[in-house]
């Protein structure tokens, strides 16, 4: 295949045409990055993530995770053992957080770029 690339080059110059060729580089502004979804997202994800619901007993992701927080800190120098409800309040908080962030931003250059 590259013998036939290169042969492609060849008879192109060969043949005296002029060709614009373009590249396709890596957009550097790839992210796009919008500080109203950054606010607006964590905004989104932490009031709802603090309203109590029935299956943490009646607190809310949020309070039951801050709580969880305060009382580790109370035992400093000996962290949370793997079996700590802490470690699933913490990935359940943060994963919310990190998808409405992602679909924010999805939604507000979908919008920017005519998706929708």
């Known amino acids: 295949?590259?013998?036939?690339?290169?042969?492609?080059?060849?008879?192109?110059?060969?043949?005296?045409?002029?060709?614009t060729v373009t590249s396709a580089a890596?957009?550097?502004e790839w992210l796009k990055k919008e500080p109203l979804v950054l606010v607006l997202g964590f905004l989104g994800w932490t009031i709802p993530s603090a309203i109590p619901v029935s299956a943490?007993?009646?607190?809310?992701l949020f309070g039951a995770l801050n709580g969880r927080i305060a009382e580790l800190l109370g035992q400093f120098?000996?962290?949370?053992?793997?079996?700590d409800d802490?470690?699933?309040l913490m990935v359940t908080w943060?994963?919310?957080?990190?998808?409405?962030?992602?679909?924010?931003q999805v939604g507000v250059q979908g919008k920017r770029q005519g998706y929708w």
Do not use: Y
């Open 77 to 83: 120098p000996t962290g949370p053992t793997l079996s």
């Open 56 to 60: 943490l007993g009646g607190q809310s």
């Open 94 to 104: 943060h994963v919310g957080l990190f998808v409405t962030l992602t679909l924010g």
């Open 26 to 28: 890596f957009e550097r």
């Open 1 to 19: 295949m590259g013998s036939q690339i290169r042969s492609a080059r060849l008879v192109a110059k060969a043949s005296g045409a002029s060709r």
């Open 86 to 88: 802490f470690w699933l």
